[in-house]
């Protein structure tokens, strides 16, 4: 009988690493995947599957975050700077919701996905903007990584 537990443990670990990412940790899921793709032993398609999903979810903890925590903004232990979480704020009702397909982006990917769900930017919106910016980077990721390799 073969055992497929080294398998579940490496798409585990990807979704991992792909769900923590996406919060501010800082991790790195594109390194992962391509790491895993140079391998040349699992599907690319399953690999940007799983990933994707990780991503999405740790995007959507974000989410979450924001709608709870942007209660306590004016408490001194408040990890966020008043004047910080004005100017994202702004920034965000200045292009709205389709800033949303930059969550992707190292840096202002991960506040922008918080600040969605301060200003209680509609679930299903989130997810649908979120998931094209996350798979759609994971699959230019992985072509250009097969089409090298």
Do not use: C
């Amino acid at each position: 009988m073969v055992s497929h537990m080294p398998d579940l443990a490496i798409y585990a670990g990807l979704f991992l690493v792909a769900f923590l990412a996406a919060t501010f940790l800082p991790m790195q899921s594109e390194a992962a995947l391509v790491g895993l793709l140079l391998t040349d032993n699992y599907p690319a398609s399953l690999l940007v599957t799983v990933a994707s999903v990780g991503n999405v979810l740790g995007a959507t903890l974000n989410w979450g975050l924001g709608r709870w925590v942007e209660r306590f903004s004016e408490r001194s232990w408040f990890p966020v700077q008043p004047a910080t979480l004005e100017r994202y704020r702004a920034w965000y009702q200045r292009y709205g919701k389709w800033s949303l397909l930059l969550s992707w982006v190292p840096l202002i990917g991960d506040p922008l996905t918080v600040i969605a769900g301060v200003l209680r930017e509609p679930l299903p919106v989130f997810l649908l903007l979120v998931t094209v910016a996350k798979v759609g980077r994971y699959l230019v990721l992985t072509a250009v990584t097969l089409h090298w390799a």
